[in-house]
């Protein structure tokens, strides 16, 4: 089945911590992008890959970090420098950069 | 800046009826795109309609279907025969149709949460 998986589900961790948040899709698609969503606000654009090996800063990108090695994957890794980075964390891709995008189940990262 | 506005932060519809979710943009570009994204409980978000804004025809999928006025900049998305599973968070968002201009991202609105009654 093709599709866009993220991991794990539920991650916790201690403030203070870097974690990072898996995101692989097998669309054979060129364009990533990774999403936070908090209560009450639609989503709002952490990073977003255009093609492998290329990656560009969204609205919020302070304390956070991407990389894009491979077409399928692109990981992100909230820092401990992001404030407040307890929230719900989407990643989408798409065909290209003007194409529709298609979103993962989502992770639901708590730091306490 | 390009901006969406969901001004109905929650709505209720019979089963079976029909209800309208509204969606307002501001943007001075021309060529763009319109979607609607439904997110369930299980907070999958799942796109459900997309509209090119050089496009007159409304969209159309199945039960749903948009209401796309360009000169007021609106866009509203009417759900017909409403069914149980329905009930979802959904998301109007815009995005520019111009490769490699500044915002070749989606804009999302904050959301109109719709419960589908029995």
């Known amino acids: 089945d093709g599709g866009i998986t993220q991991s794990p589900k539920y991650l916790f961790r201690k403030e203070g911590q870097n974690v990072t948040l898996s995101c692989e899709q097998n669309l054979n698609h060129d364009a990533m992008y990774w999403y936070r969503q908090d209560p009450g606000q639609g989503l709002r654009l952490i990073y977003y890959s255009q093609i492998v090996n290329d990656f560009q800063k969204g609205d919020i990108a302070e304390g956070y970090s991407v990389s894009r090695e491979k077409k399928e994957s692109f990981p992100l890794t909230v820092t401990s420098a992001q404030k407040n980075p307890t929230a719900f964390y989407l990643c989408?891709?798409?065909?290209?950069?003007?194409?529709?995008?298609?979103f993962g189940p989502g992770t639901r990262l708590t730091v306490t | 800046a390009q901006t969406v506005t969901q001004s109905q932060p929650e709505m209720s519809v019979q089963e079976a009826e029909t209800v309208t979710l509204s969606c307002t943009y501001d943007?001075?570009?021309?060529?763009?795109?319109l979607f609607w994204y439904k997110q369930p409980p299980s907070r999958q978000m799942i796109l459900v309609i997309r509209?090119?804004?050089?496009?007159?025809q409304n969209a159309t999928e199945n039960r749903f279907s948009v209401n796309f006025q360009k000169a007021a900049k609106s866009f509203s998305l009417k759900i017909s025969d409403s069914q149980l599973g329905d009930t979802a968070m959904y998301f109007c968002?815009?995005?520019?149709?111009?490769?490699?201009?500044?915002?070749?991202?989606?804009?999302f609105g904050t959301g109109t949460l719709l419960a589908v009654q029995p």
């Open positions: 968002a815009f995005m520019t149709s111009i490769r490699g201009g500044a915002t070749n991202k989606l804009i």
């Open positions: 509209q090119e804004a050089y496009k007159q």
């Open positions: 943007t001075s570009e021309n060529n763009y795109y």
């Open positions: 989408a891709s798409s065909m290209d950069i003007l194409s529709e995008q298609y």
